[in-house]
């Protein structure tokens, strides 16, 4: 099946810094999905990618679907951001199953 | 905004107990999924519903699993006979067209 490999697995930022997501997968895709899970356990939805650009507030993600990669931008980061952000990608070959990756964990320092 | 719900939110169980987590979709869904998330792991698929039938299972799904669409607005996904590994947080998910959507989680704790 697809594989999906994300990084950094941890990542710790003061308040107020930028930074980077990636999610590399090893397949095409006909639905990639970034996802914030809070801390309570929840997974809230961020984006719904594919391809593309978009922007909501203070992130964006862009997926560059012939490349097999999406980053997640999150600026002028919050405390509020912490937690384990997930990609997770449908395969065009492999039904309409989500593939999640393994995660990148955020601590957002005051 | 539509969106999907789950009860319980946390259901503690003896092994060997029978235990239903239920679900909700957003109403004019056609496509329905399982997926679980033990602690500290990444959330792995279980199962996705079409049509009334299953369309794909992960190898995860095994007899002990079963899921039913019982009326015309409750998911459900059953687990006969309870073991320790099965605690984990499950999640209901669906989709009409691309994007899926999620609900808030069922945390299971098996004793």
Known sequence: GIQVEQSPPDLILQEGANSTLRCNFSDSVNNLQWFHQNPWGQLINLFYIPSGTK???RLSATTVATERYSLLYI???QTTDSGVYFCAVGGATSGS???FGEGTQ???NP | EPEVTQTPSHQVTQMGQE???RCVPISNHLYFYWYRQILGQKVEFLVSFYNNEISEKSEIFDDQFSVE???GSNFTLKIRST???DSAMYFCASRNEGEQFFGPGTRLTVL
């Open chain 2, 83 to 85: 073991k320790l590994e």
């Open chain 1, 97 to 99: 199953r989500l593939t």
């Open chain 1, 75 to 77: 600026s002028s980061s």
């Open chain 1, 106 to 108: 955020l601590t957002v």
């Open chain 2, 69 to 71: 669409r019982p009326d």
């Open chain 1, 55 to 57: 922007q909501n507030g």
């Open chain 2, 19 to 21: 235990v239903i987590l």
